[in-house]
């Protein structure tokens, strides 16, 4: 079976670099810098997962989020956030999309991810 695909978006170029030293040997990791990219690159590919920081130039986390299941092209998602209003997490939890506070521990991302993609995630 090929690994599975995760997207991976976020501004910050360490946050990035992070994530494809984690994630990128155990699944095909693509990573995107903004929710517009990210947008582009799930047009075109299948993602299993797709994990994505909350504050972002532009589009934030949390409306890419909102523009997928408006379309009806909602995947198994995470947001990651150091910063997240009551308001925006009821609207997560309303998605089904769980949220990890930042720093995230590196055992308790993999297995978020790993529960997103077995398909047993709760949020």
Do not use: C
């Not at 994530?19 to 990573?31: E, F, V, W």
């Not at 993602?47 to 934030?60: A, K, R, S």
């Not at 506070?101 to 991810?113: G, R």
Request: aromatic share 4%; glycine share 8%.
């Amino acid at each position: 079976m090929p690994p599975r695909r995760v997207l991976w978006v976020d501004d910050d170029a360490g946050v990035r670099r992070f994530a494809t030293l984690l994630l990128g040997k155990h699944y095909d990791l693509t990573t995107a810098v903004t929710a517009e990219e990210a947008l582009t690159l799930l047009d075109g590919t299948r993602f299993d997962v797709l994990v994505t920081d909350y504050l972002m130039p532009g589009m934030n986390g949390l409306q890419l989020l909102e523009h997928l299941a408006r379309k009806d092209a909602a995947i198994p998602s995470l947001l990651v956030t150091g910063a997240l209003h009551p308001e925006g997490l009821r609207r997560a939890e309303q998605l089904g999309v769980p949220v990890l506070p930042k720093p995230v521990q590196a055992t308790v991302l993999m297995q978020a991810v790993q529960e997103a993609i077995d398909g047993i995630l709760e949020a």
